[in-house]
């Protein structure tokens, strides 16, 4: 079976599809009022969350939680709504949608891409039906599969943000003589280091960085997978994605801490 890790540094995997041409405003290039997608007495989104919630409903989905208050006006394709289940089994599955935006998320204990995805085909075909009859149609402008991954101090076993990128990652980041000149030490307090890179059906992108997460401190590793171009709102196209997408990030996560495989404690062989 593909290796898996009892100390997995995994906090949250993320599928997320988005939908409509819904801008994102950046209120410092461009002044103009944020348009909103409703105010309060819409009711074509709020339909769309209700019929959202029956479909998760019936497949043990049956909590669920504003994140906006009702009546608060909404900016495109921010989670408004999420749906969670009691029971211990799919207590680690959430679901969030908003205007243009459905996710699927998983967190700790997670076990494998394989217990995962059935959890995706779930949301995916949810969504599917309770889209309204004008976004029905339309296709899945983006696509993304997100692993976040914190090395803890158990993992970075004492090296500094810079030599954990460099010697574990393989991530080599160089310091101007000119910045070290004025410092007090060599190495920097905090590192950000993002990445992007073209593969054949889209982009990953790699961000390294110092913080915390999941309350706790250490290195944050965001690896994420983009779909280059809009995918039809199929169940079919957009698992085979996410299934490619799984295996690129898997493969480069594998590589990556390949120095501290034995901490992660594998379980498993890794598939050829």
């Known amino acids: 079976m593909p290796v ?18 819904q801008p994102i405003f950046d209120v410092a290039a461009n002044p103009q009022p944020v348009q909103l997608l409703n105010f ?8 769309f969350f209700m019929q959202l919630g029956g479909e998760l409903y019936q497949a043990g989905f049956q909590r669920s939680e504003r994140l906006i208050p009702s009546g608060f006006p909404l900016l495109p394709n921010q989670p408004v709504v999420r749906y969670r289940s ?3 089994p799919t207590s680690s599955i959430l679901y969030q949608a908003g205007g243009g935006i459905f996710s699927v998320h998983a967190v700790p204990p997670y076990r494998s891409w ?14 599917l039906k309770s889209r309204s009859e ?18 803890d101090r158990d993992l970075t076993q004492g090296l500094s ?8 990652l393989g991530i080599s980041v160089g310091i101007p003589e000119s910045l070290v000149a ?25 961000n390294v960085a110092d913080g915390m997460a999941a309350n706790r401190p ?7 997978v983009t779909a280059k171009e809009p995918l039809a709102a199929e169940i079919g196209a957009i698992v085979d994605f996410l299934n490619v997408a799984h295996d690129i990030i898997h493969g480069i996560f594998i590589k990556m801490t390949s120095p501290i495989r034995q901490a992660m404690r594998p379980r498993g062989e890794e598939n050829q």
């Open 4 to 21: 898996s890790f009892d100390r997995a540094p995994l906090v949250e995997l993320i599928a997320e599809c988005r939908w409509g041409s």
């Open 40 to 47: 309060a007495g819409g009711t074509k989104i709020e339909e």
């Open 86 to 88: 009691n029971a211990t």
């Open 114 to 127: 394989n217990e995962f995805l059935p959890f995706v085909e779930i949301g995916i075909n949810a969504l």
């Open 134 to 151: 004008s976004d029905s149609n339309q296709p899945i402008t983006s696509l993304t599969l997100r692993y976040i991954d914190l090395f």
């Open 161 to 168: 943000v810079l030599r954990f990128m460099s010697e574990v």
């Open 182 to 206: 004025v410092s007090q030490t060599k190495e920097p307090s905090s590192v950000n280091v993002a990445i992007v890179l073209p593969i054949e059906r889209g982009s990953i992108s790699v």
């Open 218 to 224: 250490g290195i944050i590793m965001n690896t994420a």
